[in-house]
């Protein structure tokens, strides 16, 4: 059974970075994406996430992150959580796109 009210501040922390030299960067957009990992006590980004450098110091910039074994699941954007609610029946529109 999971709680009325989840704290999700441990998801605007930040931790040190393994590259302290780097500000304003992305970290973990190319290559093989990072696996899942821990972040504080009570939730887990899923694999794919990145970081933002901001010198000593990294803090989520886009990850899918769990909270307990089984979920809920939180999107941060851009080092912002975003939540997206649906209305039932209504239509919901896909555009398509690439190079």
Known sequence: MLPAEIN?????AVAKSPFPL????QIGDTGTPYPD?????????????TFFAE??????WNA???WGPQ???????K????????????PIKLVAWSY
């Open 8 to 12: 999700i501040k441990a998801l605007a």
């Open 22 to 25: 780097l500000r304003d960067t």
């Open 37 to 49: 990992r821990l972040w504080g006590r009570t939730f887990t980004l899923l694999k794919g996430h």
């Open 55 to 60: 010198g000593a110091n990294m803090k989520i």
């Open 64 to 66: 899918t992150a769990r």
């Open 71 to 77: 979920g809920p699941f939180m999107e941060v954007r």
């Open 79 to 90: 080092g912002v959580i975003v939540q997206q609610q649906f209305p039932d029946q209504r």
